[in-house]
């Protein structure tokens, strides 16, 4: 394990964490640590427990059971003060639609208690950020996609929080808008401000992250930095052996009763680790290793 | 109570120290922010005055239109079958009495579809709750504001009153307040109903079944005097029918200690709701 050095405190930290709709166990025993001043990805499938735990890290989910501290916080009683001091962005854009840019930031400059004689340097500061100065006037409707998402993130801002949590940040946005937000997100990484950010997009986890938390079915299933998860999972090299279904299969047995682990990629069978396996294996292309066959090997090769 | 250790912590803060800047770290700023806060109530009010100053114009329309038309269709339409009733003129009585029904439009029906689109479609509570901000304040902020907008409102059949010739005694200056903690009442019911109905469209039972025999049997447009005594009894748990008789009494000048009685029932009603509307809302958003 690769856990950050003692003496480095923790922004946010998570033991044990459960929580349970009924019969479905959205989190179920999570472990979870964002050392200060850096940038940790919470990376799974769809359903994985995600969302459920970026609520509980705000109060608005209460968990059934573990610990929850947040900026040295006890979870769900202090929140209030937890989130007096960190910015959330929403998966979902809740901004007011009907309102300005500048409106939209003024109204969470007051709710994030920015004393009344900062609050029009912080809403300057917020349309700076979201590069929406000159349209600072617009209405949110007529705000395009990235331009929102920037608001919102914009929006956690005001408050120069230490902690953020960003869940999934660019979901949904064209490549080039969510490269621009990259670039935000990891000014603010190197400004200082810790982050916490859920994603399933693997290359945005493999760029912003410090720290990779891989989570499965509510649960971590490793964490590390991104290029250790793959050293250790998928090793330097993979070898993909592409063919008909039936052929597929039979690679997948034979790779596997060799001690190799596989994932599938739809169209090939990936054989991870296969550096100087030379012709103990099918042939087939190689190419390095990635996080992405950390990830469907680790959560599954099928999403429920 | 202030734990022992408080003070001393507090004593060892090296002087000058900036909180804004230079925050505590973790595990010393465990001071605990009070349970409701004047700064998050009025930062949510503000949310709601700089949206309502986006559509003010549908929001006074919609909310002094209504009982206005009311007004003048029964006032001048009843008018001439009705002189005189109660001994006041029959439109003087009427103009009175639809401050109840401005309220109960301007608030309830608000806080109702208000509440259900800010936490089901737009998701603006959960942007507020992922901020310093409770679900308390936040439903009394809302509350808070409906009531003072219904209070504006809700007078404004008063003034209709006047320019048909009602003639207001000085406890007139009463009638804002008595819509306003009407309307406190109403807009918490609302926020309550929003927060226990399943879909949007539910409110339709509520506004046939419950708003509409509410302010048709509150003494608006017709004294109860002459109901069977069952309804008369009813219409005493109507709060509906105390903001009427009240508003009645201040703008006729006929205040009498019985008011003050219709004045506990309201503050009841509003205390009651409040708690209502603020532990239902919790159990809607928190999970």
Not at chain 1, 70 to 87: D, H, I, N, T, Y
Not at chain 1, 126 to 137: F, V
Not at chain 1, 160 to 178: A, F, I
Not at chain 2, 212 to 229: C, E, K, R, S
Request: glycine letters at 10%; charged letters at 20%; proline letters at 6%.
């Amino acid at each position: 394990m690769t856990r950050t050095l003692p003496c480095v405190a923790s922004a946010l930290s998570v033991t044990a964490l459960r929580k349970s709709f009924g019969s479905v166990h959205a989190v179920a025993g999570l472990d979870l640590d964002v050392p200060e001043g850096t940038c940790v990805g919470l990376l799974g499938p769809n359903g994985a427990g995600k969302s459920t735990t970026m609520r509980m890290l705000t109060g608005q989910t209460r968990p059934d059971s573990g610990e929850i501290s947040v900026l040295g916080f006890r979870l769900p009683r202090e929140s209030k003060q937890a989130r007096a001091q960190m910015g959330v962005v929403p998966q979902l854009d809740n901004l007011d639609t009907t309102l300005s840019a500048r409106d939209n930031l003024r109204i969470f400059a007051r709710l994030y208690r920015v004393p009344a004689a900062e609050r029009d340097a912080a809403v300057a500061r917020g349309l700076e950020i979201a590069r929406l100065t000159a349209r600072a006037d617009a209405v949110v409707t007529a705000l395009s996609g990235g331009m929102r998402r920037r608001l919102l993130i914009a929006r956690a801002l005001l408050h120069g929080p230490r902690l953020l949590l960003l869940d999934e940040p660019t979901v949904g946005l064209d490549p080039q808008v969510r490269q621009e937000l990259w670039a935000m997100i990891d000014g603010l990484r190197t400004e200082g401000t810790s982050i916490l950010m859920t994603t399933h997009y693997i290359e945005e986890a493999e760029r912003l992250a410090d720290t990779v938390t891989i989570v499965a079915a509510g649960e971590a299933v490793d964490e590390g930095p991104p290029a250790e998860l793959v050293a250790r999972h998928a090793g330097r090299e993979v070898r993909e052996v592409y063919g008909p279904p039936a052929r597929l299969e039979e690679v997948e047995g034979a790779a596997r009763a060799a001690g190799f682990s596989t994932r599938r990629t739809g169209t090939s069978v990936a054989i991870l680790g296969a550096e100087g396996a030379g012709d103990r294996l099918p042939e087939g292309e190689t190419r390095a290793s990635r996080l992405e066959d950390v990830f469907v090997k680790l959560t599954g090769e099928e999403v429920a | 109570m202030a734990t022992p250790s408080e003070p001393a912590r507090r004593g060892d803060e090296p002087p000058g120290r900036d909180p804004a800047r230079d925050p505590s770290p973790p595990g010393e700023a465990s001071r605990r922010l009070r349970r409701i806060e004047w700064d998050a109530i009025t930062g949510v009010m503000m949310r709601e005055v700089i949206n309502f100053g986006a559509a003010w114009k549908q929001g006074v329309f919609a909310s002094t239109v209504q009982p206005v038309v009311y007004l003048l269709a029964f006032g001048l339409g009843f008018g001439q079958l009705v002189h005189r009733v109660d001994g006041h003129d029959y439109i003087d009585y009427v103009s009175t009495g639809t401050v109840a029904t401005a309220v109960l439009f301007s608030t309830a029906f608000n806080a109702m579809f208000g509440s259900f689109v800010k936490r089901e479609f737009q998701r603006t509570y959960d942007a507020i709750l992922s901020t310093p901000v409770d679900v308390e304040e936040l439903v009394t902020a809302e509350v808070l504001w409906l009531a003072v907008r219904g209070g504006l409102f809700g007078s404004v059949p008063i003034l209709v009153g006047i320019a048909f010739g009602l003639d207001p005694a000085w406890t007139t200056i009463f009638v804002p307040l008595v819509a306003m903690l009407t309307g406190f009442g109403f807009a918490a019911s609302g926020t309550l109903i929003s927060a226990v109905v399943g879909s949007i469209d539910d409110f339709s039972y509520v506004t046939s079944a419950l708003f509409t025999p509410l302010f048709l049997v509150a003494g608006t447009f017709f004294p109860l005097t002459g109901l069977p005594l069952a309804f008369r009894i009813l219409a005493e748990l109507n709060p509906l029918h105390h903001c009427v008789e009240l508003v009645r009494d201040c703008t006729f000048g006929d205040v009498d200690p019985t008011d003050l009685a219709r004045v506990g029932a309201l503050v009841l009603f509003a205390a009651l709701m409040w708690w209502g509307a603020v532990d239902r809302t919790r159990r809607r958003l928190i999970a």
